[in-house]
């Protein structure tokens, strides 16, 4: 997969992530273009709008296209391109078809929206309003090849979003089409957005100690200037401490997670365990400490992390916990020490 990282952005959940759990298809990753100052859907913002094939990267009308994907039924352009009012922004998806195909298209937007098909406008909804989806239905023909697909959603205030999907006349979805971009080969860049929030934000961890150990989370910068998780511990006369979260997404599409981490201090064994919703624990031990200038990566493949204890032999990965854990095994010391987890990046 080619993946020009810079130029994509993740649209995120507010409090949870799980990677997509609608019960309907709908597009879940597009190419984006805005915002313009513009509030006639009519006016050309780019020439020849209509027939538009945008490339990730290129610009039109001096602005770049970029991939989103999002988690959820729809994209907020608030978030994506900018919290603006009276203004319009473009979101187009090649649709690849076997065959010459007569199928619905769904759209909800906020405000109205003017769209676009090989060229040719199959609708014009110039309306104020609050994103609902499935609002417009308009019938399309997909030729056989390539079709261009292109959005032109307004904002005059407020919300501006954009939720579409396409199904047959009885509303099921249609699988031998395919979007591109795809959901499927930027997903990866979802569960990073959201292993990212579950590293850096503080809330929603638990923590355990054991005696007067203690452990405290907190912000540094990581490798790449980034915010990372800081774990810092004293040992005392306690053997073990930890935290754990629920990450709130399903990775069972993923064969693991790349860690990239550091650790200074006194030597001691850093646990990672992942623990699903039976209470099955399974993990990997690794060094506490590195050259504290050095940022170790390590790949916690799922299917070579060890039964720890707890619930069944079978590790769940629709809903699962990970734990930070710092033990004194026979020949470690126990003291006090600081981790920095870096990053946790899905591994496909
Ligand atoms: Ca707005
Ligand atoms: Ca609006
Ligand atoms: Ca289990």
Redesign the pocket.
Known sequence: MKRRILTVLVLSLAVCCPLYSGSADYIRCFMVCGPFKQTDLDKEVVKNESSLIPQEGKKSAGKEWKVVITGEDYIDFEKILANSDNCVGYAYVRIDSPDEHRVVLHIGSDDGVKVYLNGETVLMNDTPRALKLDEDRVNIILNRGENHLLFKVKDIAGGWALGARITDSEGNVIRNIRLHPSYEEYKSLLLEDCMGRFLNSRTGWEYYIDKDASVKLGDVKGKSRNTALEIAYEMRNGIWLGACKRIGADISAFKGLRLLYRGEGDTNSLEIKFE?????IFGKFIPSKSNPTEWIGVNLMFDDLEYFYG??????LTDIKIHFAVSRKLGDEGGEGKIVIDSLKPIE
């Open positions: 699903d919703k039976d209470g099955s619930g069944n032999r079978d590790l769940n």
